[in-house]
């Protein structure tokens, strides 16, 4: 049986791949991000593996913003049985120079969104006996580097709303979990190399060995295909006793 799957910021990057899974999966996918082409993207998606997908652009910044994107999920597909909350955005910066304003859109997208569009569907998937959510956070939900405080702060905050969640969501059939991925090859990552590259003075190879992958011991980014494989999995109906948990792929920073 088909279900209906809301994926925040899922029109590149990670979202995009754990939307394709899930559409793989045979699930019906709300996409949501800030590319001009998101309708062309869900459209195509949707077409390759026969599945109903839609649209919407909002701003998750304000709770506002995340309501509207809930209230038309429901309103195209008429429920949600799982939720993917997946947006973020980064800067990188020493704490004496961190612009305030990039540091509050950090929190507001990777971390504050996270608690409204849960909140948003959680009667909801209590009321209908069933509901996986999903939130990406990331190796820095459970480690820290220098530089990145305010993305380390909203990471490590959504592995602690999602014990919250699991906790909550236990009596009815409603889990929660935490995607925790070391450096998957996306735009935003790409970004990054360019930026590390500049702000040290190195070529983006020396960047990618020395700085983004030095504390891995697996020398290779994290495949988008198997971030998608870990939520389809967690979203799986037996998955029931799967909840409160992190599940990190990260080639073995954590392990030291």
């Known amino acids: 049986m088909s279900r209906n799957v809301l994926i925040t910021g899922s029109t590149s990057g990670i979202g995009l791949g754990i939307a394709e899974a899930f559409a793989k999966n045979g699930d019906n996918i709300v996409f949501n991000g800030l590319e001009e082409n998101g309708a062309e993207i869900a459209k195509s998606i949707g077409e390759k593996y026969g599945v109903k997908t839609v649209f919407k652009n909002s701003n998750l910044m304000t709770p506002e913003g995340v309501q509207e994107l ?13 939720l993917v909350n997946n947006a973020g955005i980064q800067h990188v910066s020493p704490i004496e120079d961190f612009p305030i304003e990039k540091y509050q859109q950090i929190i507001a997208l990777n971390m504050n969104s996270v608690f409204y ?12 006996k069933f509901g996986r959510i999903i939130n990406v956070s990331s190796v820095h939900g459970i480690r820290a580097s220098e530089f990145k ?6 990471k ?37 190399i360019k930026d590390q590259a500049k702000a040290h003075n190195m070529s983006e190879e020396e960047v990618v060995e020395n700085v983004m992958l030095q504390k891995q011991a697996v020398k290779s980014f994290v495949p988008i295909e198997k971030l998608g ?9 037996n998955a029931t006793t799967v909840s409160g948990s992190t599940f990190t792929l990260d080639g073995g920073w954590s392990a030291q």
């Open 70 to 82: 809930v209230d038309f999920a429901y309103a195209e597909m008429g429920s949600v049985e799982v």
């Open 117 to 128: 569009a849960t909140k948003a569907v959680f009667k909801k998937m209590k009321d209908q």
């Open 149 to 154: 405080s305010a993305y380390v702060t909203a």
């Open 156 to 192: 490590h905050g959504v592995v602690g709303l999602t014990k919250v969640l699991a906790l909550e969501g236990a009596p009815f059939n409603v889990t929660c979990n935490a995607i925790c991925p070391g450096y998957v090859k996306t735009p935003l990552v790409e970004g990054q």
């Open 229 to 237: 494989e870990i939520a389809v999995f967690l979203a799986a109906e």
